[in-house]
């Protein structure tokens, strides 16, 4: 490392000192704690981001949100080359850039890491950092403590993108280094053409059942309101009408945005029983999780929800009934041996009457543990891979190789066959691919897709719901003295330590009808996680309270005592 290198990093690191008696850990949100304490943290972000440019010699992004969080927390993350979530292999290493208590501590930790990575720091390559953030007011003063560290790595370049959805700078980054155009026009360009290409390729015969074109959807009070607000004037055949935007004095995430909604099942501020039988959607913090609901009649506040698994379910059906068009029996002449392996990829806390579901229709489904990190990477491994988390977070993957022979098959079509319903289906899962956000999940285009879908297949919301009835569930947490005490395996759905917790699980899980049953150590505080479904509520109920006794018995403080 040259000497201007090294005078450069210990300078600015002496302008940002570390909280004390605070340890931070990067995790798939990256870093996220209240605003007050993160500046140290993000100015040492902008170096990594700098250095993981350098290392992969390609355009990196940092997005400073904390998404569903209360407003007064921010946090910031970096978006890897391919537009996903940084590599795990570095998560150790932020960890340690984090939480550094010394400039001097901090530049031999980047030393060592350099050497062993072979980054060059000579000033002579270039690094290129794409820079978001959302609309919490803490957002502006951490961007530029971000800009300073990548400024005191020699030869990077920090691009400021302005406020952005999470899902926007993601689909940028992907963008840059595909040789597109990374703008947000170019990203609002895509999904809306791709949007208008699905309403054209609606069947005729739905087209004239005069489906309700109008979603109303609740912003968060949050950078997707504000930026949906954009979107909606650029479509046709969709009425969009925009709640919590952020504009009317609301507070981000109170009350409001998809997490709200789908823990509290109850309706956001901002709508009320004149909604009654309206489609209603809403976004979180950041616009990368998307959930639906409807308000019944019978209810003042309860809402009926429509959460990431009915999503997931509406777009594997969409997708596998393209798929059964595209290979048809009577095309055999054409280039037909490409049949996609469709994928679609669940955590153990998805409902297991969305599985069964899947599972009724053919579909492989696959379990992976909790986190989108894991989720995604199973999902790449499949021709099509669908993947979405209970809280609305999900998307679609397409292989390149099975989009090559999608285009080639469609050219073919049209050639031997142009307007037949193979040449239709091939062209939606074309728009398909260019509507959905492969980076990541992406509240604005799965919104845009559902639509379409229901659009499609004419579809009230109701109907939607009725794909099948969600099993009654409940989620508890019991405080321990040592959470690594509990390890499991097969996708965090069997504890194989501490001995004998799960044989007592099995047994009382085994006295409820169609009880399941799991626990997992939380991430984050000393607590273990419980997830029990059954036939009734008050079913799952008793079973989550019983398997919480079963834990506190083992791994509670009690047991220590013993």
């Known amino acids: 490392?040259?000497?201007?290198?090294?005078?450069?990093?210990?300078?600015?690191?002496?302008?940002?000192?570390?909280?004390?008696?605070?340890?931070?850990?990067?995790?798939?949100?990256?870093?996220?704690?209240?605003?007050?304490?993160?500046?140290?943290?993000v100015h040492r972000v902008g170096i990594l981001a700098a250095l993981r440019s350098l290392k992969t010699q390609s355009a990196v992004g940092l997005m400073i949100t904390a998404s569903h969080n209360k407003v007064t927390d921010n946090g910031v993350k970096i978006v890897d080359p391919s537009g996903g979530m940084l590599t795990q292999e570095w998560e150790p290493f932020a960890d340690q850039l984090a939480n550094a208590q010394t400039p001097e501590a901090f530049l031999s930790l980047i030393t060592e890491f350099v050497e062993k990575e072979k980054i060059p720091l000579d000033g002579v390559q270039s690094a290129e950092i794409l820079l978001g953030r959302d609309t919490r007011p803490s957002g502006e003063s951490l961007l530029e403590a971000a800009k300073q560290g990548i400024s005191s790595i020699l030869g990077a370049i920090a691009l400021d993108l302005g406020i952005l959805t999470t899902p926007?700078?993601?689909?940028?980054?992907?963008?840059?280094?595909?040789?597109?155009?990374?703008?947000?026009?170019?990203?609002?360009?895509?999904?809306?053409?791709?949007?208008?290409?699905?309403?054209?390729?609606?069947?005729?015969?739905?087209?004239?059942?005069?489906?309700?074109?109008?979603?109303?959807v609740d912003g968060a009070d949050g950078v997707g309101g504000e930026k949906l607000e954009v979107l909606k004037t650029m479509l046709t055949s969709l009425v969009i009408e925009v709640r919590n935007t952020g504009k009317g004095g609301g507070?981000?995430?109170?009350?409001?945005?998809?997490?709200?909604?789908?823990?509290?099942?109850?309706?956001?501020?901002?709508?009320?029983?004149?909604?009654?039988?309206?489609?209603?959607?809403?976004?979180?913090?950041?616009?990368?999780?998307?959930?639906?609901?409807?308000?019944?009649?019978?209810?003042?506040?309860?809402?009926d929800l429509i959460d990431g698994d009915k999503i997931l379910s509406l777009f594997a059906l969409f997708i596998k009934e393209q798929l059964s068009i595209?290979?048809?029996?009577?095309?055999?002449?054409?280039?037909?041996?490409?049949?996609?392996?469709?994928?679609?990829?669940?955590?153990?806390?998805?409902?297991?009457?969305?599985?069964?579901?899947?599972?009724?229709?053919?579909?492989?489904?696959?379990?992976?543990?909790?986190?989108?990190?894991?989720?995604?990477?199973?999902?790449?491994?499949?021709?099509?891979?669908?993947?979405?988390?209970?809280?609305?977070?999900?998307?679609?993957?397409?292989?390149?190789?099975?989009?090559?022979?999608?285009?080639?098959r469609n050219n073919e079509l049209g050639f031997a066959s142009e307007g037949s319903?193979?040449?239709?289906?091939?062209?939606?899962?074309?728009?398909?691919?260019?509507?959905?956000?492969?980076?990541?999940?992406?509240?604005?285009?799965?919104?845009?897709?559902?639509?379409?879908?229901?659009?499609?297949?004419?579809w009230s919301i109701h109907k939607w719901n009725e794909l099948y009835q969600d099993l009654p569930s409940r989620q508890l947490k019991v405080k321990v003295v040592d959470r690594t005490a509990v390890a499991?395996?097969?996708?965090?759905?069997?504890?194989?330590?501490?001995p004998g917790i799960q044989e007592a699980i099995d047994a009382e899980t085994a006295k409820y009808p169609r009880g399941r049953c799991f626990i997992r150590p939380s991430?984050?505080?000393?607590?273990?996680?419980?997830?029990?479904?059954?036939?009734?509520?008050?079913?799952?109920?008793?079973?989550?309270?019983?398997?919480?006794?079963?834990?506190?018995?083992?791994?509670?403080?009690?047991?220590?005592?013993?």
């Open 1 to 41: 490392m040259k000497e201007e290198q090294r005078l450069l990093l210990l300078h600015s690191s002496s302008l940002f000192s570390p909280p004390q008696g605070v340890k931070l850990s990067y995790g798939t949100a990256g870093f996220r704690a209240h605003a007050s304490i993160l500046k140290s943290t």
């Open 168 to 216: 926007q700078l993601h689909w940028m980054v992907r963008a840059r280094n595909k040789g597109m155009k990374a703008t947000e026009p170019a990203y609002f360009e895509q999904i809306s053409n791709s949007f208008r290409c699905l309403v054209d390729l609606i069947p005729n015969e739905t087209k004239s059942s005069k489906m309700d074109n109008t979603v109303v």
């Open 251 to 303: 507070i981000l995430n109170d009350g409001v945005g998809a997490d709200y909604v789908q823990k509290e099942k109850v309706v956001p501020r901002g709508f009320c029983s004149n909604d009654v039988g309206l489609r209603c959607a809403s976004l979180d913090g950041d616009a990368d999780r998307l959930v639906y609901f409807s308000v019944p009649t019978n209810s003042s506040r309860k809402i």
């Open 326 to 408: 595209l290979t048809k029996k009577g095309t055999e002449n054409l280039n037909n041996n490409s049949h996609a392996r469709l994928g679609v990829i669940q955590t153990a806390y998805a409902n297991g009457a969305s599985t069964d579901y899947l599972k009724q229709l053919g579909l492989e489904v696959i379990f992976t543990p909790t986190g989108v990190k894991h989720l995604h990477e199973k999902a790449a491994q499949f021709d099509i891979g669908i993947y979405f988390e209970a809280n609305g977070h999900g998307t679609i993957l397409f292989s390149e190789s099975w989009l090559s022979w999608l285009e080639a």
């Open 421 to 458: 319903e193979q040449q239709k289906a091939a062209l939606r899962l074309l728009s398909v691919s260019k509507l959905i956000n492969q980076a990541v999940g992406d509240a604005l285009s799965c919104l845009l897709l559902v639509e379409v879908v229901l659009q499609h297949k004419g």
């Open 488 to 498: 499991t395996t097969n996708a965090e759905t069997v504890a194989i330590s501490p």
């Open 523 to 562: 991430g984050t505080e000393d607590v273990i996680r419980v997830y029990a479904e059954a036939s009734t509520q008050e079913a799952a109920d008793s079973l989550a309270g019983s398997v919480a006794k079963i834990v506190d018995r083992f791994l509670g403080f009690s047991s220590s005592q013993r």
